[in-house]
């Protein structure tokens, strides 16, 4: 159980088009989600924490108009990166929250996007 | 006071050995302590987790010991294989609510014949 699939694996796009990455928990319903990205070799730096219904909340740096979260469902959320440009290449993970009382979350198997 | 503190960064252990990561952690408000793997490419993968109410917790060959008072916790990786060469991230953060994980910088693990 607690199974969380992205899609897609892989994109690669030209500098100044969208990319939308879906975030799917299967076989649980979560209330939060969370998006990371990582660089090579280096943790997971958190980007928002989205709930569902409601508006994401992004940390400090990160532009909220430029990563756009969406969690209209208990099972799906999305982050959208609008005009993209090469420096927002990088491995985007998302996790969703499992645990009714203990915080587990399960991450998602990444999503390698590349920006040319 | 967020900091998770995690070394070392990088790690080689001969196969069947014993392979130790350490991880220590500044914030009290933190009782919920999770391991995670990754391989490369992948994301990462919850192990094994413990709260600050027992002292040690074992599944299989992961043991996760816990020292509240010196706010440190550790993974031990037992009889260690090829197989398990990944990166290790530690984690805290409180149990309750919607709370964010904090994450230790990670540590490389190779695991050699």
């Known amino acids: 159980g607690a199974v969380v699939s992205q899609h897609p694996s892989r994109v690669i796009c030209k500098s100044g088009t969208s990319v939308k990455i879906e975030c799917r928990s299967l076989?649980?319903?979560?209330?939060?989600m969370f998006w990371y990205r990582q660089f090579p070799k280096q943790s997971l730096m958190l980007m928002a924490t989205s709930n569902e219904g409601s508006k994401a909340t992004y940390e400090q740096g990160v532009e909220k108009d430029k990563f756009l979260i969406n969690h209209a469902s208990l099972t799906l959320s999305t982050l959208t990166v609008t005009s993209a440009h090469p420096e927002d290449s990088s491995f985007y993970i998302c996790s969703a929250r499992w645990g009714r009382i203990y915080n587990e979350q399960f991450f998602g198997p990444g999503t390698r996007l590349t920006v040319l | 006071q967020q900091q998770v503190k995690q070394s070392p960064q990088s790690l080689i252990v001969q196969k069947g050995g014993i392979s130790i990561i350490n991880c220590a952690y500044e914030?009290?408000?933190?009782?919920?302590f999770p391991w995670y793997q990754q391989f490369p490419g992948k994301g990462p993968a919850l192990l094994i987790a413990?709260?600050?109410?027992?002292s040690e917790k074992k599944e299989g060959r992961f043991t996760i010991s816990f020292n509240k008072s010196a706010k440190q916790f550790s993974l031990h990786i037992m009889d260690s294989q090829p197989g398990d060469s990944a990166t290790y991230f530690c984690a805290a953060s409180k149990s309750f609510g919607n709370e964010k994980l904090t994450f230790g910088t990670g540590t490389r693990l190779t695991i050699i014949p």
């Open positions: 914030n009290t408000a933190f009782d919920y």
């Open positions: 413990i709260r600050p109410d027992v």
């Open positions: 076989d649980f319903q979560a209330t939060t």
